[in-house]
């Protein structure tokens, strides 16, 4: 009985497949929209985690001052760190694989004739360590080197296409303002971060020659610190603002002029965030579904007028209510669940797209997917109940009088 039903629905359908098409309309743009921004949004995701963890595992980052607390808040003013700092918390703190104190100033890189706008860092080794940074090709600072604050330095990809394009930079000589520098090394490159900054503009020298030669004083505006697999970073993240307070003679009760950020709270708040704008826009497109629901019951009940003359006759010669309302029921379902299949491979098409567009991973979400589908098939028993309804209790008399 079910099979004949079936058969019913689909040349009903096909006797007005315009009609047809545009009633289910609604249901592919409906699902197509959520597979769509659920597909990118969960691309987002993984393209954010992705992206800082490549800023390096396990890492924490100490900056002078109380950051930024909430919209509008200043930064608080505090005296810079210490190369002493660094190394107290090296010597002091258990669980750490590598600490890298940091300093920075903008600079004019310059080789012949080329010249590139660029950021430079004086650190030490361990920056590399921190960072899960491989050299594409040279070597690192040397403790010698790091000692005595000699002229070289090591470039991040982007500082070697923009002076040295396709050429061998190692062994070259570059000026950074006034200070001559050899290349001994060149990262591997990572590309953008997730905050759209280009994470390969910099130039690499060692902490003291960047102190003597550049900044001309002893300031330290950071300490990049890698915990040990295994250990705990607010662990580690206690353990280092306990030595802190101390070192900064900071009293019981007065707030920290410093301030440690775990990599892994940014990751989770980042994630958090497009995993709640993904809900609120799926949510958004699903209410197009809603609008394809109408419009499936529009043209039902279309439908039971236009066939009034052919339920009565039905009823007339010993069709039960429940087979009419099966068959107009069927009918619903099978709009709608042919509008779930469209707009599932449209939606994938979509975000297949948009993922090259948008440059994050293209992930298919079985799940997803799945249910887009049934709600469409549960959106045609909703909306369909009600005209197989109106259908199944028609009068045969009235029905077979109307004109």
Not at 69 to 90: Q, T
Not at 181 to 207: R, Y
């Amino acid at each position: 009985m079910l099979w004949e039903t079936l058969l019913l629905a689909i040349r009903a359908i096909r006797r007005n497949v315009l009609r047809s098409t545009l009633t289910i309309l609604g249901i592919v743009i409906g699902v197509a929209a959520v597979i769509t921004m659920v597909t990118l949004g969960k691309g987002a995701t993984i393209q954010v985690a992705s992206e800082i963890g490549n800023l390096g595992s396990n890492m924490l980052q100490v900056r002078p001052g109380q950051g930024f607390r909430g919209p509008g808040g200043a930064r608080s003013e505090a005296s810079m760190f210490k190369i002493e700092d660094a190394e107290a918390i090296k010597d002091q703190v258990t669980g750490l694989e590598a600490v890298a104190p940091l300093a920075s100033k903008g600079a004019q890189a310059i080789y012949g004739n080329e010249n590139w706008s660029t950021v430079v860092y004086g650190t030490t080794d361990e920056y590399l360590q921190v960072r899960d940074w491989l050299l594409e090709g040279g070597r690192s600072f040397t403790p010698s080197e790091l000692h005595s604050g000699k002229a070289v330095c090591i470039i991040g990809a982007t500082v070697k296409k923009e002076l040295f394009g396709g050429a061998n930079p190692l062994g070259a000589s570059i000026r950074l303002g006034k200070l001559s520098c050899e290349v001994i090394g060149v990262l591997e490159s990572k590309g953008a971060s997730a905050f759209g900054s280009d994470q390969d503009d910099f130039v690499l020298i060692p902490l003291r020659t960047f102190q003597r030669r550049i900044a001309g004083n002893t300031d330290v505006s950071a300490v990049m610190l890698s915990a040990l697999s295994g250990v705990p970073t607010e662990k580690v993240q206690k353990d280092v603002e306990q030595l802190l307070r101390e070192r900064r003679r900071i009293s019981v009760g007065e707030d920290d002029d410093f301030h440690v950020r775990d990599m892994k709270e940014i990751v989770s708040t980042l994630t958090g965030t497009t995993r709640v704008l993904t809900a609120l826009l799926g949510a958004v497109a699903a209410v197009s579904l809603l609008v394809g629901g109408i419009g499936i019951m529009n043209i039902m009940l279309v439908s039971v007028t236009e066939r009034t003359r052919e339920i009565g006759t039905r009823l007339a010669i010993g069709a039960l209510e429940r087979e009419v309302l099966l068959q107009f029921l069927v009918e619903a379902v099978v709009l709608s669940l042919f509008g779930g299949l469209f707009g599932v491979i449209l939606g994938l098409s979509a975000a297949a797209f948009g993922s090259k567009l948008l440059h994050v991973p293209f992930i298919i979400n079985p799940g997803i997917m799945a249910l887009a589908f049934l709600f469409s098939g549960a959106v045609g028993v909703i909306f369909g109940y009600f005209p197989a309804r109106q259908a199944a209790r028609l009068d045969p008399i009235e029905a077979l009088r109307h004109e």
